[in-house]
T-cell receptor, first 115, second 111 residues
């Protein structure tokens, strides 16, 4: 089945630094990748939608300069949290839509802790 | 009114019982309906998806969609402790790849 690899699974960084999270579709080409944020015991909050080779579309209230998304190829999208602050600590999850069939496959998530 | 409503639970059942989960929604344009399972500190995993109304069965899992009532259900038969997880419903409109999620329902199957 479709597999999405997300890396790192856990990261701790100092306030003010930047963190990059990678999302790769391993056995399919992803026309579209999504980035979500999930708070404890809450549902997934869509942050942005990215299509290969074009700029990401951000949801209302999500700072595009803070959460930089790059979708350079059909198998790789990255989310960079710039100048991270403790309030950015959260669980970030990517998902990818298979170009050839219906379905959304999620990565295993990244637990970001900003200290 | 939120697009998708789901009772967050938690729901505790003894091993072997039937687990019944449901979501209601307000957008009549939704055509694709999905159920995801999420274990703690992991990403969601697709369990079932259904297009439009009807039932779909896969092993111990049955998904039902009633578009006239804007109501979807997931049933888990012969529940196992390994079924303990959070179950999220999700749905989308044809031609729009954004998913609308429910809050998730935490299920605990007690051995």
């Amino acid at each position: 089945g479709a597999v999405v690899s997300q890396h790192p699974s856990r990261v701790i960084c100092k306030s003010g630094t930047s963190v990059k999270i990678e999302c790769r579709s391993l056995d399919f080409q992803a026309t579209t990748m999504f980035w979500y944020r999930q708070f404890p015991k809450k549902s997934l909050m869509l942050m942005a939608t990215s299509n290969e080779g074009s700029k990401a579309t951000y949801e209302q209230g999500v700072e595009k300069d803070k959460f930089l998304i790059n979708h350079a190829s059909l198998t790789l999208s990255t989310l960079t949290v710039t100048s991270a602050h403790p309030e950015d600590s959260s669980f970030y999850i990517c998902s990818a839509q298979d170009r050839d069939r219906y379905g959304y496959t999620f990565g295993s998530g990244t637990r970001l802790t900003v200290v | 009114q939120k697009e998708v409503e789901q009772d967050p639970g938690p729901l505790s059942v003894p091993e072997g019982a039937i687990v019944s989960l449901n979501c209601t929604y307000s957008n009549s344009a939704f055509q694709y309906f999905m159920w995801y399972r999420q274990y703690s500190r992991k990403g969601p995993e697709l369990l079932m998806y259904t297009y439009s109304s009807g039932n779909k069965e896969d092993g111990r899992f049955t998904a039902q969609v009633d578009k006239s009532s804007k109501y979807i259900s997931l049933f888990i038969r012969d529940s196992q402790p390994s079924d303990s997880a959070t179950y999220l419903c999700a749905m989308s409109v044809t031609g729009n790849n954004r998913l609308a999620f429910g809050k998730g329902n935490q299920v605990v199957v007690i051995p």
